[in-house]
Antibody, heavy 118, light 106 residues
Framework: EVQLVESGGGLVQPGGSLRLSCAASGFTFSSYWMSWVRQAPGKGLEWVANIKQDGSEKYYVDSVKGRFTISRDNAKNSLYLQMNSLRAEDTAVYYC???????????WGQGTLVTVSS | NFMLTQPHSVSESPGKTVTISCTGSSGSIASNYVQWYQQRPGSAPTTVIYEDNQRPSGVPDRFSGSIDSSSNSASLTISGLKTEDEADYYCQSLRVFGGGTKLTVL
């Protein structure tokens, strides 16, 4: 069964840092682009970042550029999102998702909640 | 910036057919694939349509997707509505998601 499981969310103060992880199983992780997508409470979905199979290309939504870093460890079948200088507007459920060449995100993990508040 | 616009909400009765639209703001929506995701409260999104009109295994054929180049829009049609179809539905193309449509089956 193809599965993605996120972890690492929690409550953090504005300006703080957090590292999210996503453990993949059931497919050849190293063969796929991977992505992070977030959803603020009561709001819609927002793409955050993509990373190529070998980690050589990374793309970010403008609002997180310079603050967030996407990375992966293919030996551990894991995806990461290092989030620095967090702001209240970064409060959201963060989902990891496998991305196809047609920009189809599937499957999605169950999500991990990040709350930025003092 | 490219945007996808969906109606905020739609409602229909069980057994009926409903269509949710997704209109592109610029360029041709037909130039890139459109996906549709279903999200029930408290759950992660799941795919109901990918690459404009393809259904993943396990998604009933009551769900169908189409592209209308003349209106620069994509549509998700759900026939034979069931109460279990009540959810939020999001269209997506490239890195852009529509704002979501809340489907109420009453």
């Amino acid at each position: 069964e193809v599965q993605l499981v996120e972890s690492g969310g929690g409550l953090v103060q504005p300006g703080g840092s957090l590292r999210l992880s996503c453990a993949a199983s059931g497919f050849t992780f190293s063969s796929y682009w991977m992505s992070w997508v977030r959803q603020a409470p009561g709001k819609g979905l927002e793409w955050v970042a993509n990373i190529k199979q070998d980690g050589s290309e990374k793309y970010y939504v403008d609002s997180v550029k310079g603050r967030f870093t996407i990375s992966r460890d293919n030996a551990k079948n894991s995806l990461y999102l290092q989030m620095n200088s967090l702001r209240a507007e970064d409060t959201a459920v963060y989902y990891c998702a496998r991305k196809s060449s047609s920009w189809w995100f599937d499957p999605w993990g169950q999500g991990t909640l990040v709350t930025v508040s003092s | 910036n490219f945007m996808l616009t969906q109606p905020h909400s739609v409602s229909e009765s069980p057994g009926k057919t409903v269509t949710i639209s997704c209109t592109g703001s610029s360029g041709s929506i037909a130039s890139n694939y459109v996906q549709w995701y279903q999200q029930r409260p408290g759950s992660a999104p799941t795919t109901v349509i990918y690459e404009d009109n393809q259904r993943p295994s396990g998604v009933p054929d009551r769900f169908s997707g189409s592209i209308d180049s003349s209106s620069n829009s994509a549509s998700l049609t759900i026939s034979g509505l069931k109460t279990e179809d009540e959810a939020d539905y999001y269209c997506q193309s490239l890195r852009v998601f529509g704002g979501g449509t809340k489907l109420t089956v009453l």
